[in-house]
Each structure stands twice: as structure tokens, then as C-alpha cells.
């Protein structure tokens, strides 16, 4: 005898979400990531500022040495030709420095400084001029500025590193810089800013932090916050930019500011 049994066929629902509700799901994340981007780019500018901190303190330490060994003068600040200039070191500072630091050329870099990719990329070395570094050594910038027999030419006075316990000598600084509207620079384009600290990071074009056509004759019109400043005890501040100062970046006549 066949028994046969009544089956009974239940229908699942198959449907997926409607555009109404994808379309709030894509918004909903669109406001987190909003919320969210510039918490993560703050943090990533503390842990920034952290490493440029580092680096100065290892080139204070360089700078040390080199002192020691010299009967306490500090490496000259001039480039190649014999200008002082924050940003250039002559081909002889920079390698006895690097030597210094164990072939560790990074310390002279602020994490935040790139040079760019092509079409205008900065050259980190220039030929019969000297290294750009990512930092304004400052130790010379109050010295004596001797005019020289040559004419336009300068003649920068060796500095002594300021005694232990002096606070108030700045050597190295973040490197806040500029050339002013309307001047020809001799080694960067005119009218120039490089800003390294924004509460976001760097101010950079094509992945350059040496950016072209920035209006205004200050960095502050861009953003900028502040720097990290190495002093002759060794030890290193963060200063807001209402603390700064401006100073002349270079021997060369209306050339370049930077502030410290």
C-alpha cells in the first residue's frame, strides 16, 4: 500500500535592498569618512612632528661632535660658493655631518619635506652649489655678514657652539621659508613657500613641499602652524607661529625668509 504525503512548498523571499537604502548606506559612509579623514590626518601630524623632533636631537648630537673635534666651532652654514643660505649646505658640511650620524642622511630631513616628481622636482643636490636639506641650519644667520673684496660675494664669521646651558641660541629649525613676491630667486623658483606643518601635514604641489606660485609673502597665508626649534642645550621646542620671528634665509640680498 503507497502512502503519499502532502507537501506543502513554503516560498523564500529572495529580495535584496532597495536604492533607497543603498543609496543611505553609501551617505552614511561618506559622513563617517568625513568625520573621520581629518581625526587620522591630525594623528599622523603628531606622529610626524614626533620624528622631525627625533631627527633634530640626532643632529644636535652630530653637531656636537663636530664641535669637539674642531675646538667647539660649529660646521659653517654657507653653501658651495660661499653664501649663507638656511636651506643649502655646502658639499663638505653635509657629508661630514652624515658621517657624523653613522651614514644617516634622513636626520636631515623633516618627514613631512618631498622634492617632487617630475615635471618640477627639486634637486636635493645642485652641482657647484651644495645639498638641500629639510630643515634651516640657523647657527650663522645672526653672525657677522663681512662684505668681501669681490663685491656682491659674502664672507660668513665661524661661530663657536654657545656654551652649555645657553637656551636662547637656535641651530636648527623646521624649515618655515619663502621667497618674497616679485623676487628672482637665485636657487628656487620666485615667490616659494615651503611649509612642513600644517595641523594636517605639509602644503605640497606635484609631491613637492617647495611649492611655485603661493600668494602672500609670509607661510602663515598658507596654513602654517608652527615649527619644531633645536637649541644650543640640545634640547627641542615646538613653537606656535605667533612665537616665531621672521629672519633673513640668506646672505644674498632679498632672497629668502624663513621664521624661527
Known sequence: MAIILNRKIVARSTAGFTLVEVGVVIAMMGILSAIMLPALSTAKERTRRAVCRNNLRQV????????D???QFLPSSVDDKGYYHSLILSDETFSNLVDLASGCSNILYCPNISFGTPPTPVAQ????IGYVIGYSYVA???????????GPDYSMMPVKMPNNGTTTNELLADANYWTPAGASSTYFPAQMKVVPHTAAGAIT????????????????????????????????????LPQMQTNSASSIPNDAFGIW
Do not use: C
Open 60 to 67: 644636535y648630537q652630530a653637531l656636537e661632535m663636530y664641535a
Open 205 to 240: 604641489a606635484h609631491n613637492s613641499s617647495f611649492t611655485v606660485g603661493v600668494p602672500g609673502n609670509s607661510v602663515a597665508s598658507v596654513g602654517a602652524v608652527g615649527g619644531n626649534v633645536s637649541f644650543a642645550d640640545g634640547h627641542v621646542q615646538w613653537r606656535s
Open 140 to 150: 650663522e644667520s645672526a653672525a657677522t655678514v663681512v662684505d668681501s673684496s669681490k
Open 69 to 71: 673635534a674642531d675646538e
Open 125 to 128: 643636490h645642485i652641482q657647484n
